[in-house]
């Protein structure tokens, strides 16, 4: 079993910044793909940025340049650095850890991202 939680969400003006950060215990394993994906009401959820166990990113065309994905050094705790935030980055942002060999995923609870114009 994985654990994942979320924090950092909140109300930014737009234009501002804010910092997600996600967090993964339990039967964590090194080679692991985390990532953060977003769903609004009525809208799919959709990827948003990635990282993978060789630390190379993925980003959805609508945040490349703006959003920047990382992680620590031992693989279980990913941030997502969100800037030149627009009204339309406003969603439920979720992370999800996924084991590579495994292919077993876990999602976190997600947390409210809200951009005013």
């Known amino acids: 079993q994985v654990y994942v939680v979320e924090s950092g969400g909140g109300l930014v003006q737009a234009g501002g910044s804010l910092r997600l950060s996600c967090a993964a215990s339990?039967?964590?394993?090194?080679?692991?793909?985390m990532g953060w994906y977003r769903q609004g009401s009525e809208k799919e959820r959709e990827l948003v940025a990635e990282i993978s166990f060789d630390d190379s990113p993925n980003y959805a065309d609508s945040v490349k340049g703006r959003f920047t994905i990382s992680r620590d050094n031992v693989k279980t705790t990913i941030y997502l650095q969100m800037d030149s935030l627009k009204p339309g980055d406003t969603d439920v942002y979720y992370c999800r850890y996924r084991d590579f060999r495994s292919n077993r995923e876990y999602w976190g609870q997600g947390t409210q991202v809200t951009v005013s114009s």
């Open positions: 339990g039967s964590v394993f090194k080679t692991n793909i």
